[in-house]
Nanobody, 124 residues
Framework: QVQLVESGGGLVQAGGSLRLSCAAS????????MAWFRQAPGKEREFVAA????????KYTDSVKGRFTISRANVNNMMYLQMNSLKPEDTAVYYC?????????????????WGQGTQVTVSS
């Protein structure tokens, strides 16, 4: 069983930055691909970024490339999402997810465990 807890969300002005954190528990964390998804009101859950167990492979949705950076620190079971140059359209609840596979994916149905989410609001 894996438990995921997100933190770091908040209210920020457009152009600002936030760093989201995801704390994971479970013995298989270091062998799990991880990802961030987001869901805005009235919209479906959307892929943001994913990272392989060792961190060598990352994947981003086009709208965040060059602005967001996903990383992880397996030594303390943490994953991060550094978000820069934030835009109002980045406003959403951000979710941390993990899957019992080493392969990164942008498909939410392939992820086995989810956190409760953290709200990110970007004002214009």
């Amino acid at each position: 069983q894996v438990q995921l807890v997100e933190s770091g969300g908040g209210l920020v002005q457009a152009g600002g930055s936030l760093r989201l954190s995801c704390a994971a528990s479970g013995r298989t964390y270091s062998r799990s691909a991880m990802a961030w998804f987001r869901q805005a009101p009235g919209k479906e859950r959307e892929f943001v970024a994913a990272i392989s167990p060792g961190g060598s492979t990352t994947k981003y949705t086009d709208s965040v490339k060059g602005r967001f950076t996903i990383s992880r620190a397996n030594v303390n079971n943490m994953m991060y999402l550094q978000m820069n140059s934030l835009k109002p359209e980045d406003t959403a609840v951000y979710y941390c997810a993990s899957r019992q596979s080493v392969l990164v994916s942008d498909t939410p149905q392939l992820y086995d465990y989810w956190g409760q989410g953290t709200q990110v609001t970007v004002s214009s």
